[in-house]
């Protein structure tokens, strides 16, 4: 079972001091974290971009480009990256040189992203949809193909480009699509391409049609990822009194419209978060693998203003007694099997 750990990066005050670290301590913070999860033994880290808001990342790449230097094994991955909102040619060169930097390391999810703010901000305000469909199918070939001739609707046309440097992955990095909506998975299908299912505060069973749509138009094949809010202690009444502030400030900074105070994080702790001793959460985790038929699992431990040291020692135990208890799915193993 493939882990990484997910990190959204909000910049929200510690609900029990009202604490709000700097700017500078919070993106040293996530570098830390990601450094600590490879030593844990993760496959790699997941870094959000969000503008405008208490979200502190705007340029996951450049943070992954610091943890690259730092690390040498920790995939390296955005997620997720607002393709729609960016060009395409600029993502292929900054994915291309952080691969290069970390020695073929570097992976990309990329979702449509929905947010008037942001699309205001970036001049981007009309067919969200059919930009990322055309942003991704020139990324693709941007990325595997050199002398790229191309022209589409949404920028003006390339005459035989190569962007440098060339990945060193071949024949690319690992691309996965962030969706978890019917038509974001068949172009996943068309595109042949990994499947990330999205938020961490729906209830991971409302994903199962999709996901059964994407497996049966694959021929049983494809990978499949879940993102999850996790929290971990050696007892899970220290896991609960810990984690339940700080989910409950996040839920409220992130989701505010869904339900109120204790009856939103009640239902959060049932379906969507992950919180216990080691034994429960493996067992709920391994869960999900089953439900969903998961190939990957993104751990979100980082949030509601959870302090640095929490966080550390939760990447850490969650390294020692629950990843070696993790079971892979049936349609990795099956795979496995076959090779």
């Given at each position: 079972m493939d882990v990484y750990l997910l990190i959204l990066g909000d910049h929200l005050p510690d609900p029990g001091t009202g604490t709000v670290v700097t700017e500078r301590e919070r993106l040293q913070a996530i570098v830390d974290q990601a450094v600590v999860a490879e030593e844990a033994g993760f496959t790699g880290v997941a870094i959000?971009?969000?503008?405008?808001?208490?979200?502190?990342?705007?340029?996951?790449?450049?943070?992954?480009?610091?943890?690259?230097?730092?690390?040498?094994?920790?995939?390296?991955?955005?997620?997720?990256?607002?393709?729609?909102?960016?060009?395409?040619?600029?993502?292929?060169?900054?994915?291309?040189?952080?691969?290069?930097?970390?020695?073929g390391r570097a992976e990309l999810i990329v979702a449509r992203g929905v947010s008037?703010?942001?699309?205001?901000?970036?001049?981007?305000?009309?067919?969200?949809r059919a930009r990322f469909d055309e942003?991704?199918?020139?990324?693709?070939?941007?990325?595997?193909?050199?002398?790229?001739?191309?022209?589409?609707?949404?920028?003006?046309?390339?005459?035989?480009?190569?962007?440098?440097?060339?990945?060193?992955?071949q024949p690319r990095p690992l691309v996965w699509i962030g969706s978890g909506s019917a038509v974001s998975a068949d172009?996943?299908?068309e595109l042949d391409l990994p499947l990330m299912l999205p938020s961490t505060l729906r209830d991971p069973s409302t994903h199962r049609s999709v996901v059964e749509r994407y497996r049966a138009a694959m021929g049983g094949g494809g990978r499949v990822a879940l993102p999850s809010h996790v929290f971990v202690a050696p007892t899970a009444?220290?896991?609960?009194?810990?984690?339940?502030?700080?989910?409950?400030?996040?839920?409220?900074?992130?989701?505010?419209?869904?339900?109120?105070?204790?009856?939103?994080?009640?239902?959060?702790?049932?379906?969507?978060?992950?919180?216990?001793?080691?034994?429960?959460?493996?067992?709920?985790?391994?869960?999900?693998?089953?439900?969903?038929?998961?190939?990957?699992?993104?751990?979100?431990?980082?949030?509601?203003g959870l302090p640095h040291q929490a966080v550390l020692d939760t990447i850490r135990l969650f390294g020692r007694e629950v990843l070696p208890n993790l079971t892979p799915s049936p349609a990795a193993t099956a795979r496995q099997a076959a090779s």
């Open positions: 959000g971009e969000h503008h405008f808001t208490r979200y502190i990342v705007s340029a996951p790449e450049l943070l992954l480009a610091t943890i690259a230097a730092r690390t040498s094994t920790l995939r390296l991955s955005t997620g997720v990256t607002l393709l729609a909102h960016h060009d395409p040619v600029r993502v292929a060169e900054e994915l291309a040189t952080l691969d290069v930097l970390s020695g008037q703010r942001t699309d205001a901000a970036f001049g981007v305000q009309d067919d969200l942003n991704l199918r020139l990324l693709l070939r941007l990325l595997e193909e050199p002398h790229v001739t191309w022209d589409g609707k949404y920028r003006s046309p390339l005459v035989d480009v190569t962007t440098t440097p060339r990945p060193m992955q172009l996943a299908v009444a220290e896991a609960r009194a810990t984690w339940r502030p700080h989910l409950a400030a996040y839920a409220e900074f992130a989701d505010p419209w869904r339900g109120d105070g204790d009856v939103k994080v009640d239902a959060l702790m049932d379906g969507a978060a992950v919180c216990g001793d080691p034994v429960e959460v493996t067992e709920r985790l391994n869960g999900l693998t089953e439900l969903l038929g998961l190939d990957a699992q993104l751990v979100m431990v980082d949030i509601g």
